[in-house]
């Protein structure tokens, strides 16, 4: 099997999959996402010639720039190279409007959220919310963007700036927690693995953002749960983050369809990218 590994250089998860991919027999190489062309007719890309993709990097670029990468994606998934994960799965997960939208039609529990693109109308979600919110860059990761306002001066200038530069004021009800959230690792409708992230004296629980994971097992319950948003968005890969709630049960915080597993794998003894290796390789 020869494999596409889109990512924006060399980092360590590009890294641990080429060493999963040769452990196992398979051919590997990285590809620069911002460097992927196409010609027609036919389905000639940069990415010609591999059995399979696995996206690793969503990088920042112009509306036309992100169009062409999906719909490079969605055609050589059409003529039979498996996009891991789907052009479709990571179009929702990445807008996080959309895959919260998902999660609610699907009756999946979510925090209260408020989508606006001018402040006063975020103003209004905010005292709706109880003053007391996350602000989240609607496109992002790691816990980076985001912000707790609880404060209705700080929430005016907040939200001016952000719809000064065009931004959409994504705007969670902040959920008093005990300090954790559980990540569930789903590969191919399975739990593969899972950790409890500890916030380090705050409430950002992200371990790039200095939480402490915590490996655990998983109850039945949480299982359940996190294999349904994955599935909802349609991810066969997917970090999906549960946020316990003052009542009990879970909040699905968030499904990221570009996963990582740097602070999992270590913690956890699961070999991450060799799952996804071999995960490939049997769909194939």
Known sequence: MRIAILSSGLGWHVRDLLRAASALGHSAEPVDFRRVWARLPGTVTALSGFDAVIVRTMPPGSLEQVVFRMDVLQRLENHGVLVHNSPRALEICVDKYLASARLDAAGLPTPPTAVCQDAEAAIEAFAHLGGDVVVKPLF????????????????????????????????????????????VFVLQGKALAAMRRHAKGGWRTNVAQGGRPEAVDPTADECRLALAAA??????????????????????????????????????????????????????
């Open 140 to 183: 992002g990761s790691e816990g980076k963007g985001m912000m707790r306002v609880q404060n209705l001066d700080l929430a005016w200038t907040v939200f001016r700036t952000l719809e000064r530069t065009g931004a959409i004021l994504y705007l969670q009800q902040f959920i008093h927690h005990p300090g954790w959230d559980l990540r």
């Open 231 to 284: 599935a909802t968005v349609g991810a066969d890969a997917a970090g999906v983050d549960l946020l316990p709630r003052p009542e009990g049960g879970y909040f699905v915080l968030e499904v990221n369809a570009v996963p990582g597993w740097k602070a999992l794998a270590p913690t956890t003894g699961v070999d991450v990218a060799q799952a996804i290796v071999q995960s490939l390789a049997q769909r194939l």
